[in-house]
């Protein structure tokens, strides 16, 4: 992930970047310092993503109210 975070820093980015979260079955600080990782490195105006993520991500990533990441957009999983 580190090297994801490294190609952020460029210049040449696509205006957002999606972060699928579906397999991640633990969720913790490790995330959340991940994201706001992500979105410091990112440039000004491109929006992150996280998609699908599992019960236990959207319980961590609610808690943190997205205040590690502000420029992210969540996206939960569709309810069957």
Same mark, same amino acid.
């Given at each position: @992930?580190?090297? &994801? $975070?490294?190609?952020?820093?460029?210049?040449?980015? *696509?205006?957002? $970047? #999606?972060?699928?979260?579906?397999?991640?079955?633990?969720?913790? %600080?490790? =995330? =959340?310092?991940? =994201?706001? /990782?992500? %979105?410091?490195? @990112? *440039? &000004?105006?491109?929006? =992150?993503? $996280?998609?699908?993520?599992?019960?236990?991500? !959207? #319980?961590? #990533?609610?808690? !943190?109210?997205? /205040? !590690?990441?502000?420029?992210?957009?969540?996206? *939960? &999983?569709?309810?069957?």
């Amino acid at each position: @992930m580190s090297e &994801a $975070v490294d190609w952020l820093a460029d210049d040449d980015v *696509p205006p957002g $970047v #999606l972060i699928d979260l579906a397999a991640v079955t633990f969720a913790g %600080s490790a =995330l =959340l310092n991940f =994201l706001a /990782r992500l %979105s410091r490195r @990112m *440039p &000004a105006g491109t929006e =992150l993503i $996280v998609w699908r993520p599992s019960a236990r991500a !959207s #319980l961590v #990533l609610r808690a !943190s109210s997205g /205040r !590690s990441a502000p420029r992210t957009t969540f996206l *939960p &999983a569709e309810q069957s």
